[in-house]
């Protein structure tokens, strides 16, 4: 396997960043490492890419101790930080054959302009970093994290400040280097990960809370079926909240409502039954499925 983490606890002070958190990441797999801000995750990819020691627990990349063998780790890995830092009086393919040099990459010259054609750097190689936008600026940093071929690819963020044509291209090129580099990415936009990963790990509070493909964390989420229904007449909250198995209402404009159910039984037939009991018509009454968004929000929450 690429990364294996094993019962890792990080401790700022009196704080536990992270507690007792445990999995592993395989060759070809890309997986979203989701949370709230403040639930860990940029800590634990500082740990993994030998930046930050962990309080206790093991950490290996390709076989290699983050501790006893971090020369070798960072020669393995490549790293988009949250916050991108670049030499903004540096041009862009200066700065990029400046990067190879650090990694004592012999004749650079070809392998950085392939990542300023691969990041669609082009157009921009002869300027300097600071002149650049802030989507051109994470294009930079993702040329950095790929300049020595990493096998492994940790990503904080990486398509922040980028426009949605950008977005588009990025993520490509995220899910063409998947294909034969482990690639673990840490995002806020729930479309990217359910485009991209493979596979998803929420953490919480610095522990884990789901670790499964995109499909199986939706279906093994706690039931929330939320209802949307449109009557003919005004009704109530108190009336509705009286059906057999509906948790909760909301009032959404226009007689309309989204009704919430922890039933596993579809409850539209009783909704149904309900609106002929007391003399309602129901215009439209359809599921609204769960997206990966609510998942989150009910994981973390």
């Known amino acids: 396997m ?32 989701l949370g709230p801000n403040g639930a860990g995750k940029s800590t634990m990819m500082k740990i993994i890419t030998s930046f930050l020691p962990q309080t206790s627990g ?9 501790l006893l063998e971090s020369m070798e780790v960072r020669r393995n890995v490549g790293y988009l930080p949250e916050n991108n830092p670049l030499y903004y009086d540096m041009y862009v393919k200066e700065y990029l054959s400046f ?6 990459m012999k004749n650079s010259g070809p392998r950085v302009d392939e990542m300023i054609g691969l990041t669609g750097l082009v157009k921009e190689y002869k300027k300097k970093i600071g002149a650049l936008s802030k989507g051109y600026k994470q294009r930079v940093g993702l040329a950095q994290a790929l300049i020595h071929d990493p096998k492994v690819l940790i990503l904080d963020e990486p398509t922040s400040g980028l426009d949605p044509n950008q977005l588009v291209e990025i993520r490509a090129l995220i899910t063409e280097i998947g294909k034969e580099k482990t690639v673990m990415l840490s995002t806020h936009i729930m479309q990217e990960v359910e485009s991209v990963c493979d596979r998803i790990i929420i953490i919480k509070e610095g522990k884990i809370v789901a670790d499964d493909g995109v499909d199986e964390i939706k279906k093994g989420a706690k039931e929330l079926r939320t209802i949307l229904v449109e009557f003919d007449k005004s009704i109530s909250v108190e009336d509705l909240l009286k059906i057999n198995g509906v948790d909760d209402t909301k009032d959404i404009g226009d007689n309309k409502w989204l009704v919430s159910t922890r039933e596993t039984e579809d409850i539209r037939p009783v909704i149904f039954q309900f609106a002929v ?25």
């Open 2 to 33: 690429s990364i294996e983490i094993t019962d890792v606890t990080k401790i700022y002070g009196s704080q536990k960043a992270l507690d007792s958190v445990s999995f592993r990441i395989d060759q070809g797999e890309i997986v979203g490492f």
């Open 58 to 66: 093991q950490v290996s990349v390709c076989g290699n101790d983050v």
């Open 99 to 104: 990067v190879a040099g650090m990694y004592k």
């Open 277 to 301: 009991d007391n003399g309602l018509s129901v215009l439209t009454m359809n599921e609204q499925k769960q997206s990966l968004e609510d998942v989150f929000k009910e994981l973390t929450s």
